[in-house]
């Protein structure tokens, strides 16, 4: 089963947040409503440079994620 990029999610003991997922490697879980981020990955100190110039531009796309959904709820 092929999973979409991005999933939208919330927790009804977390009742003001909402999380965008990634589900691609890097794997991430942001909330979007602190910007805090939690990485489903171990990684190397390889992988961190490569993750650093990553991970700006996988932030700013499940923001544009999140932005198109809440959108087309409207």
């Given at each position: 089963?092929?999973?979409?990029?991005?999933?939208?999610?919330?927790?009804?003991?977390?009742?003001?947040?909402?999380?965008?997922?990634?589900?691609?490697?890097?794997?991430?879980?942001?909330?979007?409503?602190?910007?805090?981020?939690?990485?489903?990955?171990?990684?190397?100190?390889?992988?961190?440079?490569?993750?650093?110039?990553?991970?700006?531009?996988?932030?700013?796309?499940?923001?544009?994620f999140?932005?198109?959904?809440?959108e087309?709820?409207?």
């Amino acid at each position: 089963m092929e999973l979409p990029k991005f999933l939208i999610a919330d927790n009804s003991e977390l009742e003001e947040a909402l999380f965008v997922i990634h589900t691609e490697y890097p794997r991430f879980i942001l909330n979007v409503h602190n910007d805090d981020m939690h990485w489903l990955e171990e990684f190397d100190k390889e992988d961190e440079a490569a993750l650093k110039s990553e991970s700006h531009a996988l932030i700013e796309a499940a923001f544009e994620f999140y932005d198109k959904e809440m959108e087309n709820l409207a």
